[in-house]
Each structure stands twice: as structure tokens, then as C-alpha cells.
């Protein structure tokens, strides 16, 4: 994978410029078109960095390219190319219309995959992945159809009927529901697809999915057992920079692929028979 006259940088953590706090509108203006995605652009961004040796998933061996100074360097030649497969399959299910949940609560993905859904229109969850949220999903729906109509209700003023104490009650009761399943609150069917950035910080999330049948894509550090996941994608998934060029990449797909609305069924008509 290393071209020529191309020196792979080595150190145990990603350098504290890759690690910038991201805005929770980073992607809100993102200009896609420019996203590059080349080994030198993935090596820009730290995606090549990976745990301490020690640390490392025997299954994830074939997509470690060396190790220098105790710590795993990702090939980039294969997180290229399962890059490539996992897009590809994203790309289906943006074209079919079917929604892909944004899963990332750990500190350094948390407002990037915010922004980004929101961006796309997709749901997300990134504050913390409730029990159920697929194996119990029809009560998650009670509780995000709730959640809308108390905001409606809101909006229209129906609360001002109560006393100021219950009024307040109710704010607080909306906020909280917002945290929890704001992100998710307009999900009405399990979505086609779920993108984790931390399959570990999210290991409930990715059972879940095992369970009801979501196909997985994530990224996948070199501690990770890629094998419970659809579509890993071998990368750093601690350094924000990675992450973010990793969501940027997926965003590049989302902005370019046309959504093909399924076309309505249409019915026969059949004429009534007349009696002669």
C-alpha cells in the first residue's frame, strides 16, 4: 500500500491537530464535491492509525499493513476497498428511498453524525442508544409518536389551558424525550441500513441490529471484530479528523445519488358486469 517516496507517519495516537473539537454544523454547508477520497487523503486525516498491538482483534490481521513502535498501521489499500463495498451497498439503499441510522455516542462522533444526519434527513442517535430501539420497536414509536404530538400541542399553544407549574412539567417531560429520541422521532420503520463510527461504544446497537436484521456499516479499528459487522470499514475510530473524513465520504454518496421513489401501485380497473 505505501507508494513510493511516501513515509507512513508513526506515533501511538493520532497528532492533536486531527483531533479539533467539530462543530455540530459541520456538514450543514459541507461542500461535498470537493471530498477526495485517495490513500493520501486517508492518510491526511490519521484514518491509518490504529491501536497498540496488544489491543488488536486477531480478525482484523489481514487489514493491518505493519506495526511500528507497538502500534498497528492500518492498511489503506484494504479500508480503500471495503470502503468502496460499503458505499456501493449504501448507495442502494439511498437510491431505494429506505432511511440509514447514524449511530455514534462516543465524545468525538457525537455532533458529527448529528450534523450530518440532519443534513441528509436521516435519523440518528447520539446521545445514548436505548434498550429496544429495534427489538421493542413498536413501543420506541408509541413514545416518538407521543413526543411529536406533545410538541405539536405546544406549538399551537394547547398547554396554556394549564397552571404555570404544569406547563413547566411538560417542557421538561419534551426536552428530555427530545434528548433521548429526538433523533429518531420521525423514524416510523426500522430503517435499510445502520452506520456506527464505534462498533464497541455502540455494541448494544450493533446486537440489536444482529437481532431484528439491519444490515451493519461501520468503522472498524484494529480492536474490533469485524466479522458482526455487514460492511466494516477499517479506519481510526478514535481521531475526529478519521471520523469526520470517513462521515464526509459517506456524505459525498448521500449528495450524489438520486433517490428513486418506489411508484404507487396502480389497480386494475374493473367494470361492473350488467346483467342482461
Do not use: C
Not at 486517508?42 to 491501536?51: D, R, S
Not at 396554556?160 to 433521548?180: D, G, N, S, W
Not at 455494541?203 to 431484528?212: D, P
Amino acid at each position: 500500500m505505501e507508494t513510493s517516496g511516501t513515509t507512513l507517519p508513526v506515533s501511538g495516537a493520532a497528532p492533536e491537530a486531527l483531533n479539533e473539537a467539530p462543530s455540530e454544523v459541520y456538514f450543514a454547508d459541507f461542500n461535498f464535491s470537493e471530498v477526495e477520497v485517495t490513500l493520501e487523503a486517508m492518510m491526511k486525516h490519521g484514518v491509518h492509525f490504529g491501536h497498540q498491538k496488544s489491543r488488536r482483534n486477531p480478525k482484523m490481521k489481514p487489514f493491518v499493513f505493519t506495526t511500528r513502535k507497538s502500534v498497528d498501521i492500518i492498511d489503506l489499500q484494504r479500508s480503500s476497498e471495503k470502503l468502496a463495498e460499503a458505499l456501493e451497498f449504501l448507495r442502494g439503499i439511498r437510491s431505494s428511498g429506505k432511511s440509514i441510522l447514524f449511530v455514534g455516542t462516543k465524545k468525538q462522533s457525537q455532533k458529527l453524525v448529528k450534523s450530518l444526519a440532519n443534513r441528509f434527513q436521516m435519523p440518528f442517535v447520539a446521545d445514548r442508544w436505548l434498550g429496544g430501539t429495534f427489538t421493542n420497536f413498536k413501543i420506541i414509536k408509541n413514545r416518538t409518536r407521543y413526543l411529536l404530538d406533545s410538541e405539536d400541542q405546544m406549538m399551537r399553544g394547547d398547554f396554556k389551558k394549564y397552571t404555570k407549574f404544569e406547563q413547566v412539567k411538560k417542557a421538561e417531560e419534551i426536552e428530555k424525550l427530545e434528548q433521548k429520541l429526538g433523533g429518531i422521532k420521525h423514524m416510523t420503520e426500522l430503517p435499510g441500513a445502520m452506520f456506527v463510527t464505534d462498533v464497541i461504544s455502540d455494541a448494544l446497537a450493533v446486537r440489536e441490529a444482529q437481532q431484528v436484521g439491519v444490515p451493519i456499516v461501520a468503522i472498524a479499528d484494529t480492536n474490533v471484530d469485524p466479522s458482526q459487522i455487514d460492511y466494516p470499514i477499517p479506519a481510526n475510530d478514535d481521531a475526529v479528523s478519521s471520523i469526520r473524513f470517513i462521515l464526509s465520504v459517506v456524505g459525498k454518496m448521500l449528495a450524489e445519488t438520486p433517490v428513486i421513489a418506489a411508484q404507487p401501485m396502480v389497480q386494475p380497473t374493473v367494470k361492473p358486469m350488467h346483467k342482461a
